[in-house]
């Protein structure tokens, strides 16, 4: 098993600019979810997702949108890159059956800097 | 709303002493807490994962407790080595998933 994948793993973005961030999973986990990490910081929720079609929002999601399409794959859509949003990305994705969860499993991170 | 702080925010120590890392929280209607280690540039792995109707877990030189009537969680390890210089974070999960992290406690083990 791949476990948990993300790319790209680098990224320069001017400001303004879209792009998305990839990741999928193998280990057919029913919860995803996207955090960013900013320097000499924890980690923040951004988005999550407890199954295919259905998303919702964490503790940063300005900026920020998702979907879930498939059970493996939650890409990150950044809209208008800002400074802000700088950062690394990570992705992780757990088993779950509401409202208990078990280990989360991440990604190696996208480091994304704008310029 | 959930605060997770972790002190020291950096410890060093010499190899082969036994040490302890402090997770603490406002919040004690936890479904779990779970210790993760965070290489330099590299993503989480995560270390133990305690139930909110457990005490305690164990993995080899780790053993993790956790008394939610006080808000606290620590994370022993036993006879440090070197190869345990990392960051290890404490994430607690008060809403079904959605984990909220401390700052981390970046360790330095000295041969």
């Known amino acids: 098993n791949a476990g948990v994948t993300q790319t790209p793993k680098f990224r320069i973005l001017k400001i303004g600019q879209s792009m998305t961030l990839q990741c999928a999973q193998d280990?057919?986990?029913?919860?995803m979810y996207w955090y960013r990490q900013d320097p000499g910081m924890g980690l923040k929720l951004i988005y999550y997702?407890?199954?295919?079609?259905?998303?919702d929002k964490g503790e940063v999601p300005n900026g920020y949108n998702v979907s879930r399409s498939t059970t493996e794959d939650f890409p990150l859509r950044l809209e208008l890159a800002a400074p802000s949003q700088t950062s690394v990305y990570f992705c992780?994705?757990?088993?779950?059956?509401?409202?208990?969860?078990?280990?989360?499993?991440f990604g190696p991170g996208t480091r994304l800097t704008v310029t | 709303k959930q605060e997770v702080t972790q002190i020291p925010a950096a410890l060093s120590v010499p190899e082969g002493e036994n040490l302890v890392l402090n997770c603490s929280f406002t919040?004690?209607?936890?479904?779990?807490l779970q210790w993760f280690r965070q290489d330099p540039g590299k993503g989480l792995t995560s270390l133990l994962l305690?139930?909110?109707?457990?005490r305690e877990q164990t993995s080899g030189r780790l053993n993790a407790s956790l008394d939610k009537s006080s808000g606290r969680s620590t994370l022993y390890i036993a006879a440090s080595q070197p190869g345990d210089s990392a960051t290890y974070l404490c994430?607690?999960?008060?809403?079904?998933?959605?984990?909220?992290f401390g700052q981390g406690t970046e360790l330095s083990v000295k041969p």
């Open positions: 280990m057919n986990h029913n919860y």
């Open positions: 919040d004690s209607a936890i479904y779990n």
């Open positions: 305690i139930q909110s109707s457990q």
């Open positions: 994430a607690v999960d008060n809403q079904g998933g959605k984990l909220i």
């Open positions: 992780a994705s757990s088993y779950a059956v509401r409202p208990f969860s078990y280990e989360q499993y």
């Open positions: 997702s407890v199954g295919a079609g259905i998303t």
